[in-house]
């Protein structure tokens, strides 16, 4: 059934009921504490280290606490310097988020090759058995510990480590004229961490509005004249309409489909003074090269040369892995410990959790715009209706989007209305 709507007019689709908003807990502000322990002058007979080496404390106060507490002094006198702030920042990151690598072989069910070396059996995590840390380090399977012998998960077969992906990427095929940043953290982190993140230590501007684009692939009819006019509308509308509010843009910030239209778009009216913040929300182990974001110090990348080598995607067990978008400002990279797998579920989850808690803390408007998409769009999309987040629908783009907005038009017809049991 087509729709009587003109193409790249947009259908909003929301629940009945209005959102409601949560409370967040505040963090109680560090004591004062003269101690020089900070330049490493002099510490404190009542120092302590704990067992995983990572909190000192002196008199009762972590080393965290006490360097906060004299940055905040030195800030006070105006002698902080640019380099004692960076550490700072990095001391925070890496206290606060990790990374997690699979310590555990199980074999892939779906591998069915019988005739290869045992070093190239692909484990459930999505990486032969030669790709493990413990592995090479011992070229012994033994090293792995029960392996073959249970189900994959990534609260049973991984273990978790300081992150050692942060800091700015320098694409190496541009010529830069702004360097991302981006974190590689574990998956259950809490989204009030990562808003800290991005509002106090990334100093992203404040903003009203956050637009959470969905939709990943755009389908061979890209091609079509009258599908290039309207995607060129849209692109223009949601950078005019970002820039009228200072709102944030959300994507998954890989380098095809939907998220590079939103980047490129972005990309062409960036401006000296003007930066709309772009946000790329995407499974680490979906990253292409992302071993060239890890710091073998662990003391992050400033910057990490990035090879994206545009357009080149790499293909295992039917999921493609896609290089890092070049356009967007910023990259948040969930680890689950494995590779080539997207995690739709999962992801979806964390967006939308992410997004509500930056709406929630700033008291600014969140909204999903979805441009085509396939079946995992659709999914998406009902899940943000439940969450009581309003959809706009851009028709004429393809696939998920021309359904909606098809249905919703014959819905009108019938003096119906779409609510979000019905999505």
Not at 64 to 71: E, I, M, P, V
Request: proline share 4%; glycine share 6%.
């Amino acid at each position: 059934m087509e729709s009587d709507r003109e193409p790249g007019v947009s259908v909003t689709i929301r629940s009945s009921r209005t959102s409601s908003s949560s409370s967040s807990s505040s963090t109680d502000e560090p004591q004062t504490n003269g101690t020089s322990i900070l330049t490493g002058n002099r510490t404190s007979k009542n120092s302590r280290i704990d067992e995983d080496g990572e909190d000192v404390s002196v008199d009762g106060k972590s080393v965290f606490q006490l360097k906060l507490n004299r940055a905040g002094q030195l800030r006070g006198h105006g002698q902080r310097s640019r380099s004692s702030e960076k550490k700072l920042k990095n001391y925070w990151i890496t206290k606060h988020f990790k990374g997690i690598k699979c310590a555990k072989f199980v074999k892939d069910p779906s591998n069915h090759f019988t005739n290869v070396y045992l070093e190239e059996l692909m484990c459930s995590c999505g990486l032969q058995l030669d790709e493990h840390e413990d592995y090479k380090k011992n070229k012994n399977i033994d090293a792995m510990p029960e392996h073959d012998t249970a189900q994959w998960s990534p609260t049973t077969c991984t273990v978790s480590f300081r992150t050692n992906a942060y800091g700015n990427v320098d694409f190496t095929e541009i010529e830069p004229d702004f360097l991302p940043k981006y974190l590689r953290f574990k998956y259950d982190t809490p989204v009030k961490l990562i808003r800290e993140l991005l509002q106090e230590k990334w100093n992203l501007p404040k903003t009203t509005l956050i637009m959470s684009v969905i939709g990943r692939k755009l389908s061979k009819r890209r091609q079509d004249p009258e599908k290039i006019k309207v995607l060129e509308r849209i692109k223009d509308g949601l950078v005019d309409a970002a820039l009228s509010t200072e709102a944030w843009i959300m994507t998954s910030g890989l380098d095809g489909g939907v998220p590079k239209l939103v980047g490129k778009a972005v990309g062409t009216r960036r401006t000296f003074t003007r930066t709309i913040p772009t946000i790329g929300v995407a499974a680490w182990g979906t990253v292409l090269n992302s071993e060239q974001l890890v710091s073998k110090d662990g003391k992050g990348l400033f910057p990490a040369h990035y090879a994206s080598f545009s357009g080149l995607q790499r293909n295992c067990n039917e999921h493609v892995m896609k290089a890092l978008d070049c356009n967007h400002t910023a990259f948040l990279l969930p680890d689950f410990g494995t590779y080539r797998n997207r995690h739709k579920e999962e992801m979806c989850k964390f967006r939308i959790d992410l997004e509500r808690e930056l709406k929630e803390a700033a008291d600014s408007n969140l909204i999903t715009i979805l441009i085509e998409g396939g079946l995992s769009a659709l999914i998406e999309t009902a899940e943000r209706v439940k969450k009581k987040i309003p959809v706009v629908v851009m028709s004429g783009t393809g696939r998920a989007a021309d359904l909606i907005a098809t249905a919703e038009a014959t819905l009108e017809r019938d003096h119906l209305s779409l609510n979000r049991t019905q999505v």
